[in-house]
């Protein structure tokens, strides 16, 4: 008797594993957590003891939100450091997305705190036209912080590759129907004096010449709408807006500090100046 195999019926294992009834149908329908045995006459599932802690771990996963296919993954690879590794791969992915719980909270409560309105921190600027090595594309604003990463990565490389210096803080140029429909086309360039030539997606750029009101955001760029938000309402009460893309200035980031809490982006709406102190 005591090598005996320990059966218990669905509705006793969905007790024991606190899974339903129909989950546990559904995992058996997927191949996630199979019965033991089925009767071929009834379709009554059996499923062992042994089985409850495999129904323990799959349960946890997913008060983890582990997708299915992944833990069905796990279960399947006997190499422990493999699973071991997908575990914790799920496991960053979840500390990602915490941070970013974290700090659209921590927005929403700034945001239903009384606060200024911010026009002090508002710059009004005439900039020159410049020259510089620059990559344009078509984006989708999905892609845009990812993209922007991978094109001031390339163009720093680039630059210093050709043994040029950079005048001044990389920027962006971005045309309307990146905000407007999400999708369209961004420059990103850092200013030269001399000449890049062209390799890869870089080539020469010219920007040209702009009055813009300058406002500023620190942080990571998925927070940069409260700064835009900010800018348009002081040009909508101090000054004239004009058609033209949005300009922004990149004074701090990746290549400075991993910490997106110190990063610093000016971003420039196109203005009409009309006086001599710009207002």
Known sequence: MAGMTAYLSIGDFSRASHLTVKTLRHYHRIGLLAPAAVDPH?????????????AQVVRRFRRLDMPLEEIQAVLATPDPYTRNERIVAHLDRLQEQLGRTQRAVDELRDLLAPGTSGDDAVELRSVP??????????????????????????????????????????????????FTEHRGTATVFVPCAEAVHPVGRVRPVTVPAAELAIGVHRGAPDGADRAYAALAGYVARHTLGIPGPIREYYLVGLRDTADTAKWRTEIGWPVFLTGVDGR
């Open 129 to 178: 036209e410049v020259s510089g090595a620059g990559i344009t594309e078509i984006v989708a604003a999905a892609d845009s912080a990812a993209w922007l990463q991978g094109a001031l990565g390339e163009l720093h490389a680039t630059v210093a590759a050709q043994r040029m210096t950079a005048t001044g803080p990389a920027g962006g140029i971005y045309a309307d129907e990146v």
């Open 42 to 54: 009834t379709g009554y599932r059996r499923y062992t003891t042994d089985q409850l802690a495999v």
